[in-house]
């Protein structure tokens, strides 16, 4: 049996752009909504609400939620745009998320519903529809 066809360049570079966009701003938006609630349940805590769902617990929710938003979307919609080999790619969007959210996670944690910066979203979009253009020779047959 003959391996599919590949997609050219192009075409897998603006799949993979919007793809990237897409996955930058479900996982930020799970990152902002979880770290609102982690900003609630703080402020609860403060004002003497019975123990329950901590500001710390929330906070590593947020996180590990936006860690694993992050990899599904890109994979899922590369899958569903008809792509095949994108392991190289999810593993650079999400080191690069990983990063952008290091780096900027003082400027939301700080002020709820602030965006981080633009320059590390537009970063983490463009290495990432970049990297989609990595892919392994398959075997010759």
Known sequence: MAPPPRTA?????????????IAVAAAHLVLSDTLRLS??????????????????????????????AMPFVL????????????GPMVLVGTVAWV???GNGIDLIDDAPGTLLPLRSLVLVVGLTALASLVRRRSPAS
């Open 9 to 21: 360049t192009a075409p897998r570079l603006l799949k993979a752009l919007i793809v990237s966009l």
């Open 39 to 68: 900003f609630s349940s703080q402020a609860a805590s403060t004002l003497g609400a019975a123990p329950g769902y901590s500001a710390d617990q929330a906070f590593t929710n947020a996180l590990i939620n936006t860690f694993l």
């Open 75 to 86: 994979w899922a919609g590369m899958r569903i745009s008809g792509e095949r080999r994108v």
């Open 99 to 101: 990063v952008a959210l």
